[in-house]
């Protein structure tokens, strides 16, 4: 059974930080490149970040770039965001997910997702 749990969300006030996690199994995490979404309510779900380690591709959404880190460590099958300098508007629900589109992963499409996580930035 294929899964992708993710971890680390919560509240924190702006300029604090967090790292999200996300846990995979039931597939070869070295074939996927991992991606981080993530959406507010009534809004279209966003692209954050994404990572392929065996192309060395990443993609960041320019709103992210300089404050977001996006990582894996292929050997724990687990994938990282670690969130920097976050601000009230990084407030959404963050979801990780797995795309075969190891070059330009940010296009996806996407196979497998997450439940999600709750990042909430207070001002």
């Known amino acids: 059974e294929v899964q992708l749990v993710e971890s680390g969300g919560g509240l924190v006030q702006a300029g604090g930080s967090l790292r999200l996690s996300c846990a995979a199994s039931g597939f070869t995490f070295d074939d996927y490149a991992i991606g981080w979404f993530r959406q507010v309510p009534g809004k279209e779900r966003e692209a954050v970040s994404c990572?392929?380690?065996?192309?060395?591709?990443?993609y960041y959404v320019d709103s992210v770039k300089g404050r977001f880190i996006i990582s894996t460590d292929n050997a724990k099958n687990t994938a990282y965001l670690q969130m920097n300098n976050l601000k009230p508007e990084d407030t959404a629900v963050y979801y990780c997910a797995a795309t075969t589109n190891l070059v330009f992963c940010h296009k996806g499409p996407y196979d497998y997702w997450g439940q999600g996580t709750q990042v909430t930035v207070s001002s």
């Open positions: 990572f392929s380690s065996s192309q060395g591709a990443t």
